[in-house]
Structure formats: structure tokens, C-alpha cells
């Protein structure tokens, strides 16, 4: 029997570096919110001893080197339970290198299906820990809907939700280094940061219009030239009636927010004729019931 899990694309509200850590990591200050927009996992029992991992993309790693295998991997690890013979699917809708943490949702959404499977009683708390050892992050994409992510992006703090929008998400065709935008950013030079306290008290009154105004990502102040499309992509939004738009992560994925679903779909279609990674979507709630 095999169980299913989607694994949701995640968004930046806002993403401030504050500076580079001993560890060579980077602490971080995020507002990520989980969309719509999702693979879809699932992982059942076999005979055959070990993992295998098949996918509907075929330049997809299926080896150790996939997330969704190190997640698996680092579940036995810290539970201590036996590995089973399992098998992993992944049907991916999310583009890939995109921003949206793709990647880590599923390894993420592996982590759901594994407690669902092996062990329910293991505390949300743990299964986030775990993420967090695979990658920066999974701890957030096991929670997923609304959340402070700080420190290297294991640290959360659950947010009231975004209030009801439509999304207009769209990628170029190209790819950005991650490492590379790192290696671009100097704190001290950064010339603006996200109003984050601004950005949690709109959350918690629900004003959208304060959310919109706040939406802010420093990767785009030292984004490099060559990826004028991302600007491209943001001015056509802000063109086609979107409240505000931002780059996520570490792009090049830009997405638009809108009060109504009609302007946010004919973006999307204006959108679809020149780049085809183009989305509408919605907010999603987080994977857990909030703690009583």
C-alpha cells in the first residue's frame, strides 16, 4: 500500500541575512509561506531490501544524493528503527532550482510519510529536527502555512496565516547559484532589510494591503545582471495589477500577490506566453494542527 503526501512550494514573504556565522552558514530572518503549487510524494513498503526512489523527471538524481533519500536515511538514523525495504516516489510539478525549496519539500513530505508509517506518536518537534540535519530548509517545509524561520532557517515560530489571496507565481528559464548569491552579499552593505516586526504584526491583524507592502528579499539587491528577467517578470506584475511582488528564496522564482482570483489568473496567462513556469495559486495552512 503505497501513502501520499503533498509536498507544498514555499514562498518568502521576506528574507533578511544577518550576518555570516562561525559555522559558514548564514543567520537568517524569513517570513515563509507554503503554496498551492505541489509535488506529490508517496512511499510504501517493499520486499526487496534498501530504498529506491523513482520520478516522472528523469535527470532527477535517484541515488543517495537525492533529499528524499537522505531524509529517509536520517529518519532511521534518529529513531533507531530498522530500514525497511522502501520505496519513493515523486511526481514533480515544482520547478526545479527554483527558489520554492522543491527539493526540501519532498524530503520534507518523506519525513510526514515516514512518521505516518513507522512511528505516529513521534512529536512534531523531532520530525523537524531531523529536517533540519538533511537541510536548512526542511525543518520549515515539514511545518509548512505561515512561519518566522531564523538561525539557519531550523529556528520556527509559527504565524497566524496570510489571509485569503491569490498568487501569481512565475519562473524564468534560467537557474541562480545559491552559493553564489551568498558569496555576493555583504551585510554591512546591504542598502535596505524587510520590515520583518511590520511584516508579523500585518500577519496578525490579517491586513493584506500591510502584508503587500512589507513583501522584501535582499538576495535581489545583489542579484547579478544576467538575470534581468526576474525584474522583468516583477515589473510585469506590478503592471498587471499585482499589490506587490518579490523574488523567493534565492530566485529566480517571482510571485505577485492579489486580492482577487481574475486579475491574478490573467497575470498568469499574460505571463504563460513568454515564460510557461507559470502558476496560480493559493496559500496553503501548515501540515500540523496548531498545538492546543
Known sequence: MAYTEPAYAKLNLT???????DDGYHDMRMVMQSIDL????????????????????????RDGSNIAIKAAT???????????????????????????AGGSSDGAAVL???RQLCLPELPQGQLEETGGRVGSDIPYC??????????????????PP???????????????????????????RLRCHPDTAGMLEALSSGDLDGIAHRLYNVFEDVLPRRYAQVFEIKAALLNLGAMAASMTGSGPTVFGLFPEREPAAQAVQILSEKFPAAFLCRPTP???????
Open 15 to 21: 528574507l533578511d541575512i544577518l550576518g555570516r556565522r
Open 38 to 61: 505541489q509535488d506529490l510524494v508517496s512511499v510504501s513498503l517493499q520486499e526487496e531490501p534498501g530504498l529506491t526512489l523513482t520520478t516522472n523527471l528523469p535527470y532527477l538524481p
Open 74 to 100: 536520517q529518519f532511521f538514523r534518529d529513531t533507531g528503527l530498522p530500514l525497511p525495504g522502501l520505496s519513493i516516489d515523486i511526481q514533480k510539478n515544482i520547478p526545479v532550482c527554483a527558489g520554492m
Open 112 to 114: 510526514r510519510l515516514l
Open 142 to 159: 515539514v511545518r509548512g502555512g505561515t512561519a518566522l524561520a531564523e538561525g539557519r532557517g531550523e529556528i520556527l515560530t509559527s504565524l
Open 162 to 188: 496570510l489571509p485569503p489571496c491569490w498568487i501569481a507565481v512565475c519562473k524564468p528559464p534560467c537557474s541562480v547559484s545559491t552559493p553564489e548569491l551568498f558569496a555576493q552579499v555583504r551585510v554591512k
Open 286 to 292: 501548515s501540515c500540523f494542527p496548531p498545538h492546543p
